[in-house]
């Protein structure tokens, strides 16, 4: 009997050591991810990726060329000769600068300075200045408003000359090279109407 009873306090000991090294899983909650916001910072459709230069180039041109230049009028050299003697460059002189108020709103500042070695640049020299806002569509691409003015004073007897506009434009960069397409409608005015005109550039 007690052969018996010894026999019995084995196999339950046994049984008990097989339970306790039995390994134990513990199956925690499931708690999906937080979804990720569409234009989250730093991501490729954030507008401060837009070049300002970029989002400032249809309305500024369009300013440049609202005003009727006297120089041409009255020298042949213009951007050609002179200018390649004095600087190298037969392109104008036109400072650039601009501050970022938002991500998306900023100001621009600009001038022209007309051709170097020109001696009647000085008659066209003007300044201006506008606001752009790039609205993200998807990424690289951006729907921009602007509107701004500009200035040229008046010499020699020669009145002041304005002009005013602004437009929407839709503009495209290339990821890998950075070049920006630019398609959109302009509005310019002088005081003397309004002139309503489609534009099409770019940045290279």
């Keep these: 009997m007690l052969r018996a009873f010894l026999l019995a306090l084995a196999t339950l000991s ?91 709103l900023t100001l621009h500042g600009f001038s022209d300075l007309g051709c170097p070695g020109d001696p009647f640049a000085p008659l066209d020299a003007g300044a201006g200045g506008g606001l752009t806002y790039a609205l993200p569509l998807r990424p690289n691409t951006w729907l921009v408003a602007s509107g701004g003015g500009y200035v040229v004073p008046g010499h020699l007897g020669l009145p002041a000359r304005a002009a005013a506009g602004g437009g929407l434009d839709l503009v495209v960069q290339q990821p890998k090279s950075g070049r920006t397409l630019t398609s959109g409608i302009g509005v310019t005015t002088t005081g003397r109407g309004v002139r309503v005109m489609p534009r099409v550039g770019g940045t290279f």
């Design 14 to 104: 046994v049984a008990h050591v097989a339970i306790a090294q039995e390994p134990t899983f513990t199956l925690a909650p499931y708690t999906p991810p937080a979804p990720a916001p569409v234009l989250a910072a730093g991501s490729p459709t954030d507008s401060s990726t837009l070049p300002p230069n970029a989002a400032s180039l249809p309305f500024r041109l369009s300013l440049l060329t609202t005003v009727y230049p006297v120089g041409p009028a009255l020298s042949v050299g213009g951007c050609s000769g002179p200018s390649v003697a004095a600087a190298g460059t037969i392109f104008p002189v036109q400072p650039y600068t601009q501050f970022q108020l938002t991500p998306r």
